[in-house]
Nanobody
Framework: QVQLVESGGGLVQAGGSLSLSCAASGSISGINAMGWYRQAPGKQRELVATIRSSGATYYADSVQGRFTISRDNAKNTVDLQMNSLKPEDTAVYYC?????????????WGQGTQVTVSS
């Protein structure tokens, strides 16, 4: 099993910055992608950014150019630097990891951390 623990988040004014961090522990061998999803009240969970073990990154259009994802494979951590935050970025942010194991993809989630951007 893989455990993901997020830190960071909080309250910030529009235009400000926040940083999120996620640490993976447990049976972490073979983890492929790590990243962040978010879920705003009344909305579906959506992908924010991911980074593969190769370093390849993907960003949602809504955060492209404002958010930066990074990963430390040695420390098994993934960070999300969020700049130029907007009120619409307000959501619970979830750390995510996946791994192909025993013939199927396995997804792992953190408990989530609240990000609130005031206007």
């Amino acid at each position: 099993q893989v455990q993901l623990v997020e830190s960071g988040g909080g309250l910030v004014q529009a235009g400000g910055s926040l940083s999120l961090s996620c640490a993976a522990s447990g049976s972490i061998s073979g983890i492929n992608a790590m990243g962040w999803y978010r879920q705003a009240p009344g909305k579906q969970r959506e992908l924010v950014a991911t980074i593969r073990s190769s370093g390849a990154t993907y960003y949602a259009d809504s955060v492209q150019g404002r958010f930066t994802i990074s990963r430390d494979n040695a420390k098994n951590t993934v960070d999300l630097q969020m700049n130029s935050l907007k009120p619409e970025d307000t959501a619970v942010y979830y750390c995510y990891a996946d791994r192909y194991l025993l013939g199927k993809w396995n997804n792992y989630w953190g408990q989530g951390t609240q990000v609130t951007v005031s206007s």
